[in-house]
């Protein structure tokens, strides 16, 4: 199986020995002044990106490279568990790598603790955290209050002014007339 490890300013990704076959390459070296991003994926398959290139491209298992409008990633991914990704700068001899090692989380911790910029929690970097169940409202959304005397939202005579309703958004409208 794959190993991640920080040595020194660099991170090394030494391959397994099938990995190693596969990619004509036993060890990745980044610098990790290079990390931009680090995350675990739970559906392997989307941490590639871009067309295929040299390497070993089975059901289950990708090891190789791949090339895509931003660059070249490098993967060593298998499909019996989730996959860590390091995004990189563009100056790095990868734009990402990807690989399954033996417990993600942990290795995402330690990847983090050497991120410039410092730690980083994964929800929050892309803004779209959800607050902690301490922080959360204990009560449900209250429901929208009526005005008296209204049948609904637009009022007991439908749409304002005699206006024709807006037509339900998804489909096509058609008009027949000649």
């Given at each position: 199986?794959?190993?991640?490890?920080?040595?020194?300013?660099e991170?090394?990704?030494?391959?397994?020995?099938?990995?190693?076959?596969?990619?004509?390459?036993?060890?990745?070296?980044?610098?990790?002044a290079?990390?931009r991003?680090?995350?675990?994926?739970?559906?392997?398959?989307?941490?590639?990106?871009?067309?295929?290139?040299?390497?070993?491209?089975?059901p289950?298992?990708c090891?190789?490279t791949?090339?895509?409008?931003?660059?070249?990633?490098?993967?060593?991914?298998?499909?019996?568990?989730?996959?860590?990704?390091?995004?990189?700068?563009?100056?790095?001899?990868?734009?990402?790598?990807?690989?399954?090692?033996?417990?993600?989380?942990?290795?995402?911790?330690a990847?983090?603790a050497?991120?410039?910029?410092?730690p980083?929690?994964?929800?929050?970097?892309?803004?779209?955290?959800?607050?902690p169940?301490?922080?959360?409202?204990?009560?449900p959304?209250?429901?929208?209050?009526?005005?008296?005397?209204?049948?609904?939202?637009?009022?007991?005579?439908?749409?304002?002014?005699?206006?024709?309703?807006?037509?339900?958004?998804?489909?096509?409208?058609?008009d027949?007339?000649?």
């Amino acid at each position: 199986m794959t190993r991640v490890a920080v040595e020194g300013t660099e991170i090394v990704v030494r391959l397994g020995l099938r990995e190693t076959l596969a990619a004509r390459r036993h060890t990745v070296r980044v610098p990790a002044a290079a990390l931009r991003g680090v995350g675990v994926e739970a559906s392997w398959w989307r941490v590639l990106r871009g067309a295929a290139g040299p390497g070993m491209w089975l059901p289950g298992r990708c090891v190789g490279t791949r090339h895509g409008p931003d660059g070249t990633d490098f993967v060593a991914v298998r499909s019996d568990g989730p996959a860590l990704y390091m995004d990189l700068a563009p100056d790095a001899p990868f734009r990402r790598v990807a690989v399954s090692v033996a417990d993600p989380d942990e290795t995402e911790r330690a990847l983090r603790a050497v991120m410039p910029g410092g730690p980083e929690p994964p929800a929050e970097r892309d803004g779209t955290a959800e607050p902690p169940a301490e922080q959360r409202a204990e009560s449900p959304a209250e429901p929208p209050v009526e005005q008296p005397g209204s049948a609904g939202p637009a009022g007991p005579a439908g749409p304002a002014g005699g206006e024709e309703p807006e037509a339900p958004r998804g489909g096509r409208e058609f008009d027949d007339r000649a």
